[in-house]
């Protein structure tokens, strides 16, 4: 499957009080995932290997220089992420899944930009960053209650406290770049839905999920994210 796990994107004015922050924060996250899986009577086993492109676009004011762009444009692809599955078939009308994902490290390079000093920083250097995307698990059921009337349950797991400092290093000067602090902790998502099939050609689908922030403190909240 090909599918998107994250993203993100927060646009300011450019000349907004809080400039210095964060201006524009864009990340594009994209995985491709082949898989395989093996049923035993009742109960399936599935795995998948990640292949993931992750983009991301940061801009943001330098401190003290109005009109200034301080940009780090970063892409790459990894594939050292992984999935498991397994799911079982009390009946036909009934069954029960849980998957776990694993995602390690991702490196990401590209240009580090800054624009509008008017002094010797102005240029084009290399930028860097590596970051943890979360780890999650699912637990998810299903029942047909009859032939109009299906009901689903979902609880999932993320690891959010991975995502602890995002850092981004550039070889502009020895320390360029920047440390944002994030501080995230892990979370629960809780969720319940119904299909109602109408007829052969039409099911209407809805629900309800709650879903707590990663963001710990109001003090971890970031302008970016």
């Known amino acids: 499957g090909v599918f998107t796990p994250f ?8 000349h907004w009080f ?18 395989v899986a093996y049923r035993m009577g009742k109960f399936t086993l599935g795995a998948g290997w990640i292949i993931r492109y992750v983009h991301g676009d940061v801009r943001s004011e330098l401190p003290g220089i109005h009109g200034s762009e301080n940009q780090m444009d970063l892409d790459g ?10 799911l079982y078939e009390f009946t036909s009308d009934t069954r029960v899944g ?5 995602n390690n490290a991702h490196t990401v ?8 000093t008017g002094t010797f920083m102005d240029g084009r250097y290399h930028g860097r960053s590596k970051m ?19 009901l689903s349950a979902t609880a999932r797991w993320a ?11 550039s070889d502009m000067a020895p320390g360029a770049g920047s440390w944002i602090h994030e501080g995230w902790k892990n979370v629960m998502t809780y969720s319940i839905g119904a299909d109602y099939t109408y007829n052969e050609n039409w099911t209407f689908r809805g629900g309800l999920a709650y879903d707590r922030s990663p963001i710990g403190t109001k003090r971890n909240r970031t302008v970016r994210i």
């Open 7 to 14: 993203g993100l994107a927060t646009d300011y004015n450019k």
């Open 18 to 35: 809080g400039a210095s922050h964060g201006t524009k924060t864009d990340l594009e996250v994209i995985d491709i995932s082949p898989t």
């Open 77 to 86: 692809w990894s594939a050292n992420s992984w999935a498991l599955g397994a």
């Open 98 to 102: 849980f998957s776990y994902r694993y």
């Open 109 to 116: 390079k590209g240009q580090h930009n800054i624009r509008g």
């Open 132 to 150: 943890t995307l979360p780890a999650s698990a699912t637990l998810s059921a299903y029942h047909k209650v009859n032939d109009k009337w299906a």
């Open 159 to 169: 690891k959010w406290d991975k995502f602890d400092d995002f850092v981004m290093t």
